[in-house]
DNA sequence: ATGCCGCCTTGATCCAGGTCAACCGCTGCT
DNA sequence: AGCAGCGGTTGACCTGGATCAAGGCGGCAT
């Protein structure tokens, strides 16, 4: 539907984190490039909170993004993990209802909102794109629905080593920057439960765990078979 | 943003079913109005399936529609419920990913797809509303993960209640079409759960249940309290 | 090197919610 | 009227995953 472009990177993401049709117009996205400004945050830094002002969204250069939120009683729950390429902080309103953090070093590109729209009134191709993004995520954010309503902890995972691989373009050894922790808030499990599915991985053959952070799938049909009934 | 249209009717959703945002602009929505053809379904038709072809995206005009998923072991996950002025099937694949199903008597606005693409290209504002629409959307789908990975079974039932009472303008009697199977499917619980925490609820006088698809919300600030710790 | 600290892993126990089963009450059919 | 069928409600019991607790292990500072 659009054309290829050459920059590269893909317009990725999920709920305020879209996920990449094809590629946008190239002169939209050089455009975009020009109102871009490089940052670069250590391991578990904030890059905005909740309530912060939604003045701007980013796109991941390098590294790994957790989109979150706090409860008052310390549940906490992960929407999405954004990885190189993937955008996020798309929001509506004026203010951030999550908050997002670097999972370990990480550097972004940063737009300000105003200079955005300005570019989409300019470009009404982008806004097409975009629409098509944040189409894309709802499609994701709504078998993350179903995963998190319907499935049981060993689908949870299965489902998340699948998709990692997936998106990181990984074929057998998947790396895992984020903790433990942080995959249990992301699939509504606790840390416990996620340790004992994989050991169960591990022990069925299905996977193979070299290091906590690098994980060999061994089985992918058994992984598939276990990621859905 | 938009200037208000007096077509009257939202443009609500939520994944493949867009929320509202204010109203689009009027010269857009009057012909879209044109290229809409009306169509009436039974209780529990189908509108269409897991599947079928995505030629076409819909608007309820009266009754309720449930947008759901079957799982091969007979679980089911009901992904969103479209009340009048709700749009559904806004999908971006060839196929459908979920199938649409008349809760009770509906009627809907059937628009082709074609036909709003080339639409879309000679109106951009369209885009930019549709966009906006999505996004709204997945603002409600990053909610719904939080409630459905995080949550109890109280603060779904109570959550529930208080968004139904919200979009349909209720303010202290809650019309709910749709059956307890179709709340526990929507909410990640089995009917004998729904039916158990509305029975407490009931106990504790937060609400009243004077038939079991009219509810009386007696006590807001509990419910409220009850819907997020 | 050594000791501390954070993350991961594993085991033991608990409980929220699922499962199974009975029954109620309404509706529609004979 | 009587009865069958279906959705809703309630009770008894079970279980998957949470919680609580105890190490293991590697990295880093002293």
Redesign the interface.
Known sequence: MFRQSNLGERLDS???CLSP?GSAPFAALVALEQIGGRRSYQQDEEIYGELDPADCWYKVVSGTVRIC?L???G???I?EFCFAGDCFG????RER??SAEAVGDVTVMRFPRGATERL?DEQ?EL??H???M??????H??????L???MTASERVAHFLLELAERRDARRFVDVPMSRNDIGDY??LTIETVCRVLSSFRREGTIAIPTPHRIELCDRDALEAAG??
Chains 1, 2 share one sequence.
């Open positions: 999920a709920v305020s049709a939120k409860l008052a009683d549940r906490r729950h929407a798309i929001d509506l309103g209802l999550f989409i009404p806004a097409r975009i629409c098509d944040a189409l894309r995520s709802l499609a954010a709504q078998s993350r629905m179903l998190l309503g319907r699939l509504g859905e009934g």
